[in-house]
């Protein structure tokens, strides 16, 4: 197709759409015009449960878009689905939960326990985003030119070696711990704010501002852009292609770091298994908003977790949630299987 082709021509070109695909474009939008149509529903007869609703699912999905964006970020570059992610994000945790409680013994507020947050952050961030490196490192890339399942297979081991470091040092039950802020807060109307929740998007919106602005404006950031386009042009131009997805996969490990102090002092608990549940939502988001796409990963983050809590406390239940969650992703995807903000693509032959 030309740029002069008149767009009578363009849409003479297409193909009819069958009468399957039709009826599959029919149903799903019927059944997201349904879905909008009782979130408008339950807004206007329950404000109070639905603006609860709706705080708690900005604190989840904050965390959901930092955990998405270490998915996005590798896939971005390397085309990975780096399944081990989530579980990375369980030994942050563990890891700020030992900072924060065991090593410096906080447990109330004070400017002391702003402080050790803080050194709790850094170090955490450090921990995940080093052991990230490391697995780079030592596993993934001696597989960069391997069939793209040697590499997925690899991830999926890696996980279950997260899991046993979790198992071995937090234990096999879920472990609840103090936490700074408890479960204080304060009152707009009925609706209660947790300062967790506020600490939280305190903390999540300066890092996404920051790595958004670094990858978009810093030189280290265009190298970013040049190796995810084609990684044999960016050696031509002089970029160091090992040491620039090396970055990329510090980038991300610390913004799981980051999510992992955030989730221990906001639910004041650790286990083992946290990072399947919370890496696979986490994986659904960057998903939803378009894999590659770093304001996608965003938007599906907070899409997901308001969903998700409008469910919990609204709708079928939270036993129905992954299944809510999931539905819509299933219908979204037969409208756009890029997602929100991803662009269509053609595989590379």
Do not use: C
């Amino acid at each position: 197709m030309t740029l002069t082709q008149t767009a009578v021509e363009v849409s003479e070109s297409r193909p009819p759409r069958s009468p399957a695909t039709l009826a599959t474009w029919i149903i799903g939008g019927a059944l997201l015009l349904a879905v909008a149509i009782w979130i408008v529903y339950t807004a206007a007869t329950k404000p109070t449960q639905f603006a609860s609703a709706v705080v708690t699912g900005i604190n989840n999905g904050a965390l959901y878009a930092l955990i998405a964006l270490g998915y996005t970020l590798v896939y971005g570059i390397i085309e990975l689905i780096n399944f081990s992610h989530g579980d990375l994000f369980m030994l942050s945790t563990i890891v700020a939960a030992f900072v924060i409680v065991t090593v410096f013994g906080v447990t109330t507020l004070s400017w002391w326990a702003a402080i050790v947050t803080l050194i709790a952050l850094v170090v955490t961030m450090t921990f995940a985003a080093g052991l990230n490196v490391a697995a780079e490192r030592l596993a993934y890339r001696r597989l960069r030119r391997a069939p793209k399942l040697a590499p997925l297979i690899t991830a999926v081991g890696l996980s279950f070696v997260y899991q046993f470091v979790g198992v071995t040092t937090n234990g096999s039950a879920q472990k609840p711990w103090d936490t700074i802020l408890g479960s204080s807060g304060f009152y707009i109307g009925n609706v209660k704010i947790n300062w967790a929740t506020i600490v939280v998007i305190a903390v999540t919106v300066p890092l996404l501002a920051l790595m958004t602005w670094l990858v978009a404006n810093t030189r280290q950031g265009k190298a970013m852009r040049a190796t995810a386009q084609d990684q044999d042009a960016a050696r031509l131009m002089g970029i160091d292609v090992d040491r620039t997805i090396a970055f990329t996969f510090g980038l991300g490990g610390a913004l799981a770091g980051a999510a992992g102090v955030l989730f221990m002092q906001a639910n004041g608990l650790t286990r083992w298994d946290a990072g399947f549940r919370l890496g696979l939502i986490a994986f659904t988001a960057a998903v939803l908003g378009g894999i590659g796409n770093l304001t996608g990963a965003v938007i599906g983050g907070f899409v997901i977790g308001i969903i998700e809590n409008l469910n919990n406390s609204l709708g079928f239940g939270q036993q129905w949630g992954q299944t809510v969650i999931f539905t819509i992703l299933i219908v979204l995807m037969v409208f756009r299987p890029e997602g929100i903000l991803g662009t269509p693509t053609t595989e590379k032959v």
